[in-house]
């Protein structure tokens, strides 16, 4: 028997029986197809829930960030209003700001200033749970007081400063509904609602103008206030006999349903069956053909194999030929086995040498980071040499002159000031630098108190105009009075800043003004010059940290680049911001800066300070261990009254006071011994030296140095390098303190 008439009996072996089968399960395949069509339906409630809540959770995103509004914090409601109209608003949407009575605050529904009803009594319960719950609360259907349409509301709480409450809320007419949920790839026939809580049509796909706002069929209510979601049959309001597939909406609790006639969910189910008769019909013409067509092939196979075979007999690479043969498929298996093979070997190699090339371009990447940041950092250090090998020149030819004999007094002074004047400048390098590392960390507290911007900058401009630096130039200033909440050395350090930049950059003769006014709940300063201006490509980073500009020819001071940083921070410290604007090199520049404005103070308390006088005799305990400090302030203390006595060390300091019994003892913490935090804690443990007012004085100047100090026992905490007037000051404070104590 030939192999065609083999097949040709192994068709019908195969095909009779399941033929025989497939007619008794004809009435399993029409439910099975019913059930499929009820689930699709299913599927679509689901899936058209999930359109509600998605766009319920999109305005809920959208209500977060206008609640979080800083407009909303500063009662700007106008502000507020263009934020919320170009916020999130189409058509049939717009936001409605709602006070914690219920009141209407703002709606874009209509123009800002518009007069806004009266709420009712439903909107006052809306705004009062979602105040009392502090969650998101969605609304049923109801009719809005301004525009008079139904709508439905997602509503989120929000809290301003102050602790007033608001409620945002976003309004959906049912048009909104309309637009969004129905999809367009269902059946013609098919019929789409969206109900609220009360059971009333919010959306509709047939009949919607007639119908929405009205109560949709009771058994269907019924059963979706019973289950999350199911299929009832039901005649609708149309009178079709139809299945209803319901489910809710998680964010709102509307119910979803979707209803499709009877009929047309039977005609899917028959479909099904249909489709199996003419599969099976299909499956006996596939069959001959395939009898046919597969003896063909296992012929044509069986030439392909022994072609394999004639070529590999000749040494030659046999041809690829698939055929429906799984043995002889086998034989063409190894050389396509083979050939992925190469081509995956191929692949590694591309993927090795595309890895290479990205490791060589990150390498270079780094390489080049690092020599810029290299680069960087010399250029620092160089300017940081330069800025401090200037006074240092000018302080040791000072102190070679007055070390020569036949100096007269005129010119000792003259030494004494240069050697001042450089010695301040030398702390304000360190002191900015210690500044800018503490403000990077987050370490800088503000000692604030109410200040008036025009007496800081009043007091500032006195300060400078007395200075060599403002020698020549003309400073104008128009000043109203603003005041804000700041700590005073501060705000002197930031105007300092600007104002001696300003300088700087100027040409002699030129003028610089000063501005100060107050509004918008915001104390502002400018500080506008006619100098060497500022190139665009470094305004935006004239903020940033040891960032400069090319030195003009008449300065005498390059400066470290890090003023303007400090200011920022600073500024940014009390609240507020600086900028800068310049309309170019030689064009001048103008530096703005606010701070948040406050009410003027009823009564500001009176500020006593203590001048560097000379103070009745006192006796000191100075501990130190270098001697050329130790000496130079012992000597300056003495010059004012006080009776010092010189410690070297921490372990010889109890004895010396038990001995002196002075007024006060000055501490310096890193002692070679024992540090200044154990010999304050040795002091105040002995009951004779426990009463004695204690000052740290050291290089050491942290917020945790300071915290450290307190903890150790001291009454006061400075920063070398510190001026005597500070120092006389703070003693005078804690001794005074210290015998109102005891008296």
């Known amino acids: ?125 809306v705004v009062r749970k979602v105040l009392s719950s502090q969650k998101p609360v969605t609304t049923d259907l109801g009719v809005g007081s301004v525009t008079g349409k139904m709508i439905t509301t997602v509503n989120i709480p929000a809290v301003a400063a102050g602790g007033r409450s608001f409620v945002v809320a976003q309004t959906f007419a049912v048009d909104y509904w309309k637009k969004k949920v129905f999809q367009t790839n269902l059946p013609s026939d098919w019929i789409t609602g969206v109900i609220d809580r009360k059971g009333l049509f919010i959306a509709r796909s047939f009949r919607a103008d007639e119908l929405v706002g009205k109560p949709a069929r009771p058994s269907l209510v019924a059963a979706a206030a019973a289950s999350h979601e199911g299929i009832l049959r039901y005649t609708t309001l149309e009178g079709v006999d139809s299945y209803n597939a319901y489910t809710h909406s998680d964010l709102t609790g509307w119910t979803i349903g979707i209803a499709a006639p009877v009929s047309s969910i039977s005609a899917a189910a028959n479909s099904a069956v249909w489709l199996a008769v003419l599969g099976m019909l299909a499956a006996i013409a596939v069959a001959a053909l395939a009898v046919a067509a597969f003896g063909q092939r296992c012929i044509k196979a069986i030439e392909s194999a022994s072609r394999s075979a004639m070529a590999l007999g000749r040494g030659q690479q046999p041809g690829v030929e698939r055929t429906g043969i799984e043995e002889v498929n086998a034989l063409n298996h190894e050389l396509v086995s083979a050939g992925a093979l190469l081509d995956a070997e191929r692949k590694s190699r591309q993927a090795a040498e595309c890895e290479r090339e990205r490791l060589l371009r990150n390498e270079v990447l780094a390489r080049e980071n690092a020599q810029a940041q290299n680069e960087a950092k010399d250029e620092f250090l160089a300017m940081l040499g330069h800025e401090l090998r200037n006074p240092l020149a000018a302080i040791a030819g000072a102190t070679e002159l007055l070390q020569r004999t036949g100096l007269g007094t005129a010119g000792a002074e003259r030494c004494i000031r240069i050697i001042s004047r450089q010695n301040h400048h030398l702390n304000h390098i360190v002191s900015d630098l210690l500044d800018v590392s503490r403000l990077m960390a987050g370490k800088i507290e503000l000692k604030q108190e109410p200040l008036d911007m025009a007496d800081c900058v009043s007091q500032c401009v006195e300060a400078l105009r007395a200075t060599k630096q403002a020698s020549g130039q003309k400073i104008t200033v128009h000043a109203s009075s603003a005041w804000f909440s700041g700590d005073a050395v501060r705000m002197d350090q930031i105007l300092n800043n600007l104002l001696a930049n300003a300088l700087k950059f100027s040409d002699p003769g030129c003028e610089v003004k000063v501005t100060v006014w107050e509004g918008t709940g915001k104390a502002f300063v400018t500080v506008q010059d006619t100098g060497a201006g500022i190139a665009p490509e470094l305004l935006a980073h004239v903020f940033e940290p040891f960032v400069q500009g090319p030195a003009p020819a008449n300065r005498l001071q390059s400066g470290l680049g890090i003023g303007l940083a400090l200011v920022r921070q600073l500024v940014r410290l009390h609240g507020g911001d600086v900028q800068a604007a310049s309309a170019g090199t030689r064009q001048g520049s103008t530096f703005s800066l606010w701070v948040p404005a406050i009410a003027i103070p009823g009564q500001l308390p009176e500020i006593t300070r203590q001048a560097a006088g000379a103070p009745r005799q006192r006796k000191l305990v100075y501990v130190e261990d270098n001697a050329d400090a130790r000496t130079m302030m012992a000597e300056l203390l003495r010059m004012l009254g006080y009776e010092v006595i010189e410690v070297v060390d921490g372990a010889s300091t109890l004895p010396a006071v038990l001995a002196a019994q002075p007024d006060a003892v000055i501490i310096d913490i890193g002692l070679p011994d024992i540090d200044g935090y154990e010999v304050a804690r040795r002091l105040r443990a002995d009951p004779l030296t426990r009463s004695i007012p204690l000052l740290a004085l050291t290089g050491y100047g942290q917020l945790c140095d300071r915290q450290a100090a307190t903890l150790a026992g001291f009454n006061a905490h400075l920063a070398k390098p510190t001026n005597l007037t500070a120092i006389v000051k703070t003693l005078e404070e804690v001794i005074t303190a210290a015998e109102v104590f005891e008296g």
């Open 1 to 125: 028997m030939k192999i065609r008439s083999q097949l040709l009996l192994m068709a019908a072996a195969i095909l009779i029986p399941v033929i025989v089968a497939s007619g008794l399960a004809l009435e399993n395949i029409r439910e099975a197809g019913r059930q499929a069509a009820l689930r699709g339906l299913r599927e679509s409630a689901r899936a058209t829930a999930l359109i509600v809540d998605r766009e319920v959770q999109g305005s809920l995103s959208a209500l977060k960030a206008l609640g979080g509004s800083p407009h909303l914090e500063n009662r700007d409601f106008k502000a507020f209003y263009e934020q919320a109209a170009a916020f999130y608003q189409q058509g049939d949407s717009w936001t409605v700001l709602f006070d914690d009575k219920g009141a209407q605050v703002v709606n874009t529904a209509v123009p800002y200033g518009t007069l806004l009803a009266s709420p009712p009594v439903s909107r006052v319960e």
